[in-house]
């Protein structure tokens, strides 16, 4: 199992980079044309790979904890006990982010289906991840709260808002292009968001250590975030037209003719 784990990791982590990569092309590039729908295939498959691995490596970890990180070694049961406590909270939390990546892409992806298939969101399969999100959401909040970990109560939040989010859009029969288009760019950004996140508090957790000391160190987990947020707002407001309240026609008043008599 640690082995399969270590394995796992690995190519998780190699996957990963070329996502992060892969990512800024579609954002940069002009929308729909061949950069920016080539390279964002890229991204979106190894977002789906990274999300797979992830899923499965947070499984290994809730099942054997201490067998994954520390093979045949003699462990304290007290230490071992706590530590397998730690890290099944921990996997928990990593199995909804993938959770969260995995059903963001797949949400983004079926949006440009809409053009020719309004049904494309609604499919049995797409709801029961959206549900599994809301319901792996809710356990990390649980954690969090039980815990007074504020780190999982944010990410909680963010993953009921956005299993909540895409549930509507799956029972939505009524598209305008620019939702189709919006929906697409929010969900693939949120899968963005999702891959900086793993990067800044996985990749630089060691060099920002000494940067960001004690509290300061949510900073990473919380900022692609922030930005991300900021970044579909804007697209919100760019496709997203708000309708224009007219005002209501003026009654013309009729005037009966009156005759008179000569």
């Known amino acids: 199992m640690h082995l399969l784990h270590d394995f796992l990791l690995k ?7 070329v996502a992060v990569v892969a990512f800024w092309i579609p954002v940069l590039a002009r929308k729909g044309g061949r950069y920016h729908v080539a390279a964002g295939k890229v991204f979106s498959w190894c977002m789906y790979a990274v999300a797979g691995s992830a899923f499965v490596m ?5 099942v054997d904890p201490i067998g994954v990180t520390v093979p045949a070694r003699n462990v304290n049961p007290d230490i071992a006990y706590s530590n397998a406590a730690r890290m099944r909270t921990f996997a928990s939390f990593l199995l909804m982010l993938s959770m969260l990546v995995l059903s963001s892409t797949r949400h983004g992806l079926l949006a440009l289906q809409l053009k020719k298939d309004r ?8 709801r029961l991840l959206l549900a599994t999100l809301a319901l792996t959401s809710v356990v990390v909040g649980y954690y969090g709260v039980t815990g007074g970990h504020a780190l999982l109560i944010v990410f909680a939040i963010l993953g009921i808002s956005g299993s909540s989010r895409m549930l509507r859009d799956s ?4 598209w305008t292009r620019g939702q189709m288009i919006f929906a697409h760019l929010q969900g693939l ?3 963005g968001i999702g891959a900086y996140t793993a ?4 990749g630089g957790s060691r060099l920002l250590a000494q940067l960001l000391p004690g509290q300061l160190q949510v900073i990473p987990w919380v900022l692609p975030s922030v930005i ?3 970044a579909i707002r ?4 760019r496709y997203i037209r708000k309708p224009v309240e007219r005002p209501a026609p003026r009654a013309v008043a009729t005037v009966n003719p009156v005759f008179t008599e000569a």
């Open 58 to 62: 947070c499984v290994l970890v809730l």
């Open 234 to 237: 804007r697209y919100k407001s």
């Open 228 to 230: 991300g947020l900021i």
């Open 119 to 126: 049904s494309a969101l609604s499919g049995a399969t797409h």
């Open 171 to 174: 029972f939505r029969t009524e």
């Open 189 to 191: 950004l949120s899968t």
């Open 199 to 202: 990067v800044f508090a996985f």
């Open 11 to 17: 190519t998780h982590i190699a996957i990963g980079l």
